[in-house]
Structure formats: C-alpha cells, structure tokens
T-cell receptor, first 114, second 115 residues
Framework: ETGVTQSPTHLIKTRGQQVTLRCSSQ?????VSWYQQALGQGPQFIFQ???????GRGNFPPRFSGLQFPNYSSELNVNALELDDSALYLC?????????????FGPGTRLTVT | DAKTTQPPSMDCAEGRAANLPCNHS???????VYWYRQIHSQGPQYIIH???NNETNEMASLIITEDRKSSTLILPHATLRDTAVYYC????????????????FGQGTILTVHP
C-alpha cells in the first residue's frame, strides 16, 4: 500500500510569484485535504476535495485554489505569493464519507517566500 | 466543534505509560474525540478516535469519561519514537451526510519521552 506523497519537498519562491504543489493520495482514497502549517503552529485547514469537487474550505483567500484529478491526486495552487505564505503545506487523504476524519498525511512541502 | 484544552507539555520515562489528558467540557452528544500526533518534520499521524466507549488499537488506548467532558490518550509503553506533539480534536463527524473532514488542530501537547 503506497502512502501519501507530495512534491516537491522544498521550494523557494519570490513574493508575487505563483506556485503549484502536488499530492498523490493513498491507494483507494477518494478524498484529499490540504493544510497550511506555520512554524510553531498546528496545521490549518485550507480546503478538501471529494471526488474532484471542493467539499469544504477554511478561512483562506481565493488566491489559494485546488484541483483533484480522476485518479484522486491533487494540486494546490497559490497565486500572488506573500511572505506570510511561507509554511509547511500538508496534504492528507482519506476514504471519504464514513471515514473522512481518519486522514493520512504526507510529509509536506516546505515553501519559503522571499 | 467543541473546544479542547491540553497541557502544553509532558514528560515520560521510556517504557512507562504516557497518559495525555484532554478537556472538552462543551462536547455535544454526537461529537467524536480524535487524536493525532506529529513527530518532528513529519505530517500528522492518526492515532485513534471514539464517541462514548473506551477504544484500543495497536498504537494506543482512549479513555473517555462517562460525562464525556474529558478523555485520556494512553501510550502503554512509551518509546523514544513517541516523542511528538499530540493533538486532541473534537468534531462532528459526517455533518450533513457528507465527509467534511476539516480537522481543527490546536496547540497540542508536546510529549517528550526520556531514556
């Protein structure tokens, strides 16, 4: 059973640029959630995708957007990067519906905005 | 979702039981208690969850008080690899009939296991 994978591991971008982060969900999981974790804080929910549709969103501006593909992999896109976007971005997959809160997290992508 | 209160840090000797408390005095009848942990430089890891009854799996045991206002996560024989931040999360599962899996993480408890 393949776990959740994320790419890239680390990324450095300049303020104002755009970034795309990728996530492959665990085999058989149809739900993907994205979280942002600032240094020293707990993860904050960005949004969730269930069967290619957004299924809930946290308190993040529209410049944070996402996609889920037919194979249930997912992308997180952030436009017009700001310094405060520097964080660890975590992707989590789950079986949806009955077990949506048992989420399996990837190792994260460390984004640094300069 | 109900708010939780956890001690900011705890210590435990290797091989001993680690008992991590969580207070959730405003929990409602259909809210679950979930526990996750995050080892340094890794993503969070699901541990266990429960509604009313005590639960046990290969990782830990969850003891929920009869009035459901608090719970304790028990790691029966802590090892150095159990050093992590432990998060207690209370949530309404399957709200609206869909799996809206928004986990709300607080500050958690930093558990340090000593040799």
């Amino acid at each position: 059973e393949t776990g959740v994978t994320q790419s890239p591991t680390h990324l450095i971008k300049t303020r104002g640029q755009q970034v795309t982060l990728r996530c492959s969900s665990q085999s058989g999981h149809n739900t993907v959630s994205w979280y942002q974790q600032a240094l020293g804080q707990g993860p904050q929910f960005i949004f969730q995708y269930y069967r290619e549709e957004e299924n809930g969103r946290g308190n993040f501006p529209p410049r944070f957007s996402g996609l889920q593909f037919p194979n249930y992999s997912s992308e997180l896109n952030v436009n017009a990067l700001e310094l405060d976007d520097s964080a660890l971005y975590l992707c989590a997959s789950s079986l949806g519906r009955d077990r949506g809160y048992e989420q399996y997290f990837g190792p994260g992508t460390r984004l640094t905005v300069t | 979702d109900a708010k939780t209160t956890q001690p900011p840090s705890m210590d435990c000797a290797e091989g001993r039981a680690a008992n991590l408390p969580c207070n959730h005095s405003t929990i409602s009848g259909n809210e679950y208690v979930y526990w996750y942990r995050q080892i340094h430089s890794q993503g969070p890891q699901y541990i266990i969850h429960g509604l009313k009854n005590n639960e046990t799996n290969e990782m830990a045991s969850l003891i929920i008080t009869e009035d459901r206002k608090s719970s304790t996560l028990i790691l029966p024989h802590a090892t150095l690899r159990d050093t992590a931040v432990y998060y207690c999360i209370v949530l309404l599962a399957n709200a609206g009939g869909t799996s809206y899996g928004k986990l709300t993480f607080g500050q958690g408890t930093i558990l340090t296991v000593h040799p």
